[in-house]
């Protein structure tokens, strides 16, 4: 894909929000948006229109499986990472069948991070 | 990050502590579906500071009639000290036992009895509460250690229980988390009962934690 510009980081949890924003590298000069539920997630997606998207699972009002729903039902070529906590087996099936791009486990480490976007860079 | 430097935690600090619980009961989630086969659905984690003496009164509320539920009990001490309650309701203790015995063959060469029942509860203790508790400690730069977990019932989780652990009159803190088993009507719910003596030691390690990501 070009060159990612706008990132979008949806998590109910403001230190979760922080974690994942000091993994991403702060010289490539990335917007960033931030969306504290799936609901308000598939929201600023629709307005924000990111290059890639960081999803949490485990939210309160739209769970991350559905916004990830939602969100391909816009647009089916919307690039999502999966950033969570529930790392059992069948999530991760589940996610993966729903197009998403990888998974990555909490806490967000800075080289996984970097590894994934270049990755979706095609770096 | 900003710290709250008095004897009560900050909203970030509450996040922080939620979120890694968070991440622990999904590593203990995940641990107990490698072993039985089933699909854990996680909610968000809550903190609430108590009045030790009011816990008991608290933790009915939050789960129902206290009596009708089995609860796996386990102490453990690190840089303060807690205990951890597995609550679940006598319906769902039954079938979780039945699934466990299915899926590992425990139990099969022997009758049905209390005390093989209460095993696998502590069997399954043993993965939940000490994957979770473990891998919160491991966050925290804090290593934990347990005393064997131990079935009670509802009616044993009594003010005496309270008082052999904590100073009555002392606040407390305390995590839960309510998690479903998908396609079945099985739930339960995990509090971990933290004292705050070490208050301080607890917010410098959510210090250190932040501090790698800034």
Redesign the interface.
Known sequence: MAAIKKILIVDDSTSARFFIKGCIPKDKGYEIAEASDGAKGVETYKSFRPDVTFMDLTMPVMTGFEAIEHIKAIDPHAVIIVLTADIQAKTIERVTALGVVTVLKKPPVKASVEEALNKIQGI | MEINDDSTFSE?EI??L??IM??????A??DL??VINV??V???PALKLKKALSLLEFINIEIGDLKNFKIIEQSYWGKSKGVALLAFPHEAELELIAMFREDTGMGFENNMSDELDNEMLIEIGNILIGACVSKMAE?LKDVVTFVPPRVISGEQLSEAFVENRFEPENRVILLKTLFQIEGRELSGHLFLVNSLDSIHTLKDALRAF?K???
Do not use: M, P
Request: proline share 0%.
């Open positions: 970030l996040d922080t939620q979120e968070n991440i622990a009961f999904g590593q989630s995940a579906a490698d699909f854990i996680l909610s968000v966050l932040w790698q990501y800034e």
